[in-house]
């Protein structure tokens, strides 16, 4: 049971726009830093964003983050069938003194 | 653009021991941690341990203690991860991941992954 709780899975249409959420359930991960990570069909996973809503160079502004209380969430606007992929949430847990993930989302573009 | 390149697949024997090896490039390897991050099939990210390029110093996943290595060779920028006493259930992909500056700690960039399966 990971600290870090995520739906198995969400869908959407082309063009519409998915949000995907992460809450926290454990005082060990405080009010870290969240990051979103995506990972298409057998290929490592990619950083998606991090504090501040700051996203890599090449990451499309689709892709936004946000934050409330003790959970975030990862928005995509205007899907698009390659968006297609596993996405992961992840914090520092400092029980573990190391990094903790979400169990991860599968979204599906019908 | 930051590389992480690792060894390739591998096959072992239960009880055996592993070493994959992640070459980084186009960064200072001594500025940033090194995660390992495994990914058993069909499964979800879990965090083994990570080191200090820079101090050899690591720190590890309490389920792993006793059985994990982690190492450096700071003259080729290469990071390697060990397991020991191989079971069926460490089949899994092993990844390597930079570890992002200051107190953000967690992993930016992604080696591509190495599978070890783990079969009798």
Same mark, same amino acid.
Not at chain 1, 53 to 77: A, H, M
């Given at each position: 049971?990971?600290?870090?709780?995520?739906?198995?899975?969400?869908?959407?249409?082309? !063009?519409?726009?998915?949000?995907? $959420?992460? #809450?926290?359930?454990? *005082?060990?991960?405080? &009010?870290?830093?969240?990051?979103? =990570?995506?990972?298409?069909?057998?290929?490592?996973?990619?950083?998606?964003?991090?504090?501040?809503?700051?996203?890599?160079?090449?990451?499309?502004?689709?892709?936004? !983050?946000?934050?409330?209380?003790? $959970?975030? #969430?990862?928005?995509? *606007?205007?899907?698009? &069938?390659?968006?297609?992929?596993? =996405?992961?949430?992840?914090?520092?847990?400092?029980?573990?003194?190391?990094?903790?993930?979400?169990?991860?989302?599968?979204?599906?573009?019908? | 653009?930051?590389?992480?390149?690792?060894?390739?697949?591998?096959?072992?024997?239960?009880?055996?021991?592993?070493?994959?090896?992640?070459?980084?490039?186009?960064?200072?390897?001594?500025?940033?941690?090194?995660?390992?991050?495994?990914?058993?099939?069909?499964?979800?990210?879990?965090?083994?341990?990570?080191?200090?390029?820079?101090?050899?110093?690591?720190?590890?996943?309490?389920?792993?203690?006793?059985?994990?290595?982690?190492?450096?060779?700071?003259?080729?920028?290469?990071?390697?991860?060990?397991?020991?006493?191989?079971?069926?259930?460490?089949?899994?992909?092993?990844?390597?991941?930079?570890?992002?500056?200051?107190?953000?700690?967690?992993?930016?960039?992604?080696?591509?992954?190495?599978?070890?399966?783990?079969?009798?």
């Amino acid at each position: 049971q990971s600290v870090l709780t995520q739906p198995p899975s969400v869908s959407g249409t082309p !063009g519409q726009r998915v949000t995907i $959420s992460c #809450s926290r359930s454990s *005082s060990n991960i405080g &009010s870290h830093t969240m990051m979103w =990570y995506q990972q298409l069909p057998g290929t490592a996973p990619k950083l998606l964003f991090y504090s501040n809503n700051q996203r890599p160079s090449g990451v499309p502004d689709r892709f936004s !983050g946000s934050k409330s209380g003790t $959970s975030g #969430s990862l928005t995509i *606007s205007g899907l698009q &069938s390659e968006d297609e992929a596993d =996405y992961y949430c992840a914090t520092w847990d400092d029980s573990l003194n190391g990094p903790v993930f979400g169990g991860g989302t599968k979204l599906t573009v019908l | 653009q930051v590389q992480l390149v690792q060894s390739g697949a591998e096959v072992k024997k239960p009880g055996a021991s592993v070493r994959v090896s992640c070459k980084a490039s186009a960064y200072t390897f001594t500025d940033y941690y090194m995660h390992w991050v495994r990914q058993a099939p069909g499964q979800g990210l879990e965090w083994m341990g990570r080191i200090n390029p820079n101090t050899g110093a690591t720190s590890f996943a309490q389920r792993f203690q006793g059985r994990i290595s982690m190492t450096r060779d700071t003259s080729t920028g290469t990071a390697y991860m060990g397991l020991g006493r191989l079971r069926s259930d460490d089949t899994a992909t092993y990844y390597c991941a930079r570890a992002a500056p200051g107190l953000l700690r967690l992993p930016d960039f992604w080696g591509q992954g190495t599978l070890i399966t783990v079969s009798s």
